[in-house]
């Protein structure tokens, strides 16, 4: 495509550029432009104008957009939280499991998920009684190694590569039978 030139948008005169999160938040709750626009009497035109940083609102009309967007105003202008866990870094835990070192890779403040590295020792398990966790889905996959995860009814073996997914308040444990360490990734969601 030599010769072609891709024209981006400018942010308003303001700098805070905050029509992508407009966007994102109009999408997400399944609504159009024109939706917003009746909701909110602006004008369509305007709303995808405003939602490519082409043009600045009035406080009122920012307002308006927000309030049917279900988003308070502040969060526009909010950094997005991030969190970055080099590897071996994480915080490390302890669920209650033997011969396991876990590291939590979420930050303590997330509560849509939490995600646990586990390296599980050969012999190392959540335990003989089967438990359960307050979260709606866990997780599990295995880097390498194998890992064993009982549950009420089933008893599934999960080599390298393999992933189960099951209901968090499905009573379960876990161990590792071979003469291997065993690394895998659990993923709750919400965090317990």
């Not at 071996?88 to 669920?95: K, S, V």
Request: charged share 20%; net charge negative.
């Amino acid at each position: 495509m030599a010769g072609q030139v891709r024209r981006v948008a400018q942010p308003p005169a303001s700098g805070a550029a905050i029509g992508g999160r407009l966007r994102a938040a109009r999408q997400t709750r399944g609504l159009t432009l024109q939706q917003v626009a009746d909701a909110t009497t602006l004008n369509k035109g305007f709303i995808s104008r405003l939602e490519r940083d082409e043009v600045s609102p009035s406080v009122a009309s920012l307002v308006s957009i927000c309030e049917v967007l279900g988003i308070r105003v502040g969060e526009l202008f909010e950094p997005p939280a991030t969190s970055l866990v080099r590897a071996g870094e994480g915080r490390p835990i302890n669920f209650g499991g033997n011969d396991v070192r876990e590291l939590l890779l979420t930050p303590g403040t997330q509560s849509q998920l939490q995600v646990i590295h586990s390296t599980v020792e050969p012999g190392g398990s959540g335990g003989d009684e089967l438990y359960t966790l307050d979260c709606e889905v866990e997780f599990v996959y295995v880097i390498s190694g194998s890992l064993e995860i009982r549950l009420s009814e089933e008893t599934v073996l999960l080599n390298t590569g393999d992933a189960f997914t099951f209901p968090g308040r499905e009573p379960h444990t876990w161990m590792n039978a071979t003469s291997g360490a065993a690394e895998v990734v659990w993923v709750l969601a919400p965090a317990p």
